[in-house]
């Protein structure tokens, strides 16, 4: 069950927009609109973020959002400030499992 | 509010077993699909397995597959992971995690998290 892939990193300043990717295959993000994005502060379990490629869970700030085209989709946090700095895992559900991680991505705010 | 508390992590000699504790609250459990999630150290989030309360077969990951065993216990509000076989590989944190749609599988996102249990599997 291999993973999907993201940048290991992206940074950008208090107020930019960034965007973080997620490539996968035909047979998960391609597929399926059951993409799911989660953010991970230092020392603290994932939060849920986005699910179904776009929808945002009550008490998630408008400034993220999420897309999907062809095999990859993307998280984008507009307006970055200091407490988006963490983790972000992407998932997807795949026929041979619910949840596929993404490899994570580490937001660094400058 | 809605809760989850796992239990049960330590240090465990290769080949050797643990059973993993998560206990859920405010939420009707029985009809919950609850799942597995561990994390090695500075590593990515891996899934490891998933059950509906509900019934139907559980499922899990490839690594883990014919070693560890998921099962929920509705009379009590808990969900537990069997680890047979451990290998140093194992070595996580193991969280639990509930399913945003109850009832039945489908990736629709992990909606509410426990606070993580920690196994170190070495000699």
């Known amino acids: 069950q291999s993973a999907l892939t993201q940048p290991a990193s992206v940074s950008g300043s208090p107020g930019q927009s960034i965007t973080i990717s997620c490539t996968g295959t035909?047979?998960?993000?391609?597929?399926?609109?059951?993409v799911s994005w989660y953010q991970q502060l230092p020392g603290k379990a994932p939060q849920l973020m986005i699910y179904?490629?776009?929808k945002r869970p009550a008490g998630v700030s408008n400034r993220f959002s999420g897309s999907k085209s062809g095999n990859t989709a993307s998280l984008t946090i507009s307006g970055l400030q200091a407490e988006d700095e963490a983790d972000y895992y992407c998932?997807?559900?795949?026929?041979?499992?619910?949840?596929?991680f993404g490899t994570g991505t580490k937001v660094s705010v400058l | 509010e809605v809760q989850l508390l796992e239990s049960g992590g330590g240090l465990v000699q290769p080949g050797g077993s643990l059973r993993l504790s998560c206990a859920a609250s405010?939420?009707?459990?029985?009809?919950?699909?609850m799942n597995w999630v561990r994390q090695a150290p500075g590593k990515g989030l891996e899934w490891v397995s998933v059950?509906?309360?509900?019934?139907?077969?559980?499922y899990y990951g490839d690594s883990v597959k014919g070693r560890f065993t998921i099962s929920g216990d509705n009379s009590k509000n808990i969900l537990y992971l069997h680890m047979n076989s451990l290998r140093a590989e194992d070595t996580a944190i193991y969280y639990c995690?509930?399913?945003?749609?109850?009832?039945?599988?489908?990736?629709?996102?992990?909606?509410?998290w426990g606070q993580g249990t920690t196994v170190t599997v070495s000699s």
């Open positions: 995690a509930k399913d945003r749609v109850g009832y039945s599988y489908g990736g629709y996102g992990l909606d509410v």
């Open positions: 405010g939420f009707t459990f029985r009809t919950s699909v």
């Open positions: 059950i509906n309360n509900s019934g139907g077969s559980p």
């Open positions: 035909s047979s998960d993000v391609g597929h399926y609109n059951y």
């Open positions: 179904d490629v776009t």
């Open positions: 998932s997807s559900y795949r026929d041979d499992s619910p949840y596929v």
